[in-house]
C-alpha cells in the first residue's frame, strides 16, 4: 500500500483547517473511510469537532497524545486528518510515519510558526518528512497583504494559548510584532 504525509500550515486565519476539511471531504467522496483528530485543548468553537473560523466542521476525535491514534484507528480508515498539529509533541511525527508506512495518508494541518515568529514542533519536522507541503496565507489585517504571520493581541506570553479573534491577529512580516500587541 502507497502511503504518504500531508502537511498544511500557515499562520492562524489562513484556511489550513478549511483546506483539511475539503481534502477529507473528497477523500469521502472517493469512498474512502476518513478518520479526524485533534488535540484535546482545542476546546474553541466544539470539542468534538474539527471547526474553522469560517465555521465549516467535520466531527473529529478529541485526544490527549498522538500514540493515542492507535487505540482508536478502525481496520478500514484509509485517510487520517489531524488538526492543531503544533499541539501534539514531537511523537506525532512518528506516528505519521507509522501510519503512512502502513500505506495510509495522513493529512496534518497546524502552525509553522508560533506567536513569537519561531517554528512550532512538531510542525516543521513533519515538513521536512511530509511528501508534500502546502503553506497558506491569510490577509494582515493592518495592510490587507499576505499575513504569514500570527500576532498576539492579549494573554500573556506563554507559547501555548488557545484563542481565535479575542486574542490573535494575522499579520505580514512588516506589520507583526514578536511581543504581545495590544490595539
Ligand atoms: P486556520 O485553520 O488557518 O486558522 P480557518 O480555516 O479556520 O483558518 O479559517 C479561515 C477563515 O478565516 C477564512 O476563510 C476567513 O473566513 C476567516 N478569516 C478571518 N480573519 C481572516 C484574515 N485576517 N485573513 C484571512 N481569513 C480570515
Ligand atoms: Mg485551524
Avoid at 44 to 50: D, G, I, L, T
Wanted: some cysteine; charged content about 25%.
Amino acid at each position: 500500500p502507497r502511503g504518504w504525509i500531508e502537511v498544511v500550515v500557515g499562520s492562524m486565519f489562513s484556511g489550513k483547517t478549511e483546506e483539511l476539511i475539503r481534502r477529507l471531504r473528497r477523500a469521502e467522496f472517493a469512498r474512502l473511510q476518513i478518520q479526524v483528530f485533534k488535540p484535546i485543548i482545542d476546546k474553541r468553537y466544539n470539542e468534538m469537532a474539527v471547526t474553522s473560523h469560517n465555521l465549516t466542521t467535520i466531527d473529529s476525535l478529541p485526544i490527549e497524545d498522538a500514540e493515542q491514534i492507535w487505540e482508536h484507528l478502525k481496520p478500514g480508515t484509509k485517510v487520517v486528518g489531524i488538526d492543531e498539529g503544533q499541539f501534539f509533541s514531537s511523537n506525532l511525527v512518528q506516528v505519521a510515519q507509522d501510519l503512512a508506512e502502513r500505506g495510509l495518508r495522513v493529512i496534518i494541518a497546524g502552525l509553522d510558526t508560533d506567536w513569537q515568529g519561531k517554528p512550532f514542533e512538531p510542525m516543521p519536522t513533519l515538513m521536512a518528512v511530509a511528501e508534500s507541503v502546502t503553506k497558506h496565507h491569510a490577509v494582515c489585517v493592518v495592510c490587507g497583504a499576505q499575513a504569514s504571520r500570527t500576532q498576539r493581541t492579549s494573554g500573556g506570553d506563554g507559547q501555548v494559548l488557545v484563542g481565535t479573534h479575542d486574542s490573535y491577529e494575522a499579520r505580514c512580516r512588516q506589520h507583526f510584532k514578536p511581543a504581545v500587541d495590544t490595539p
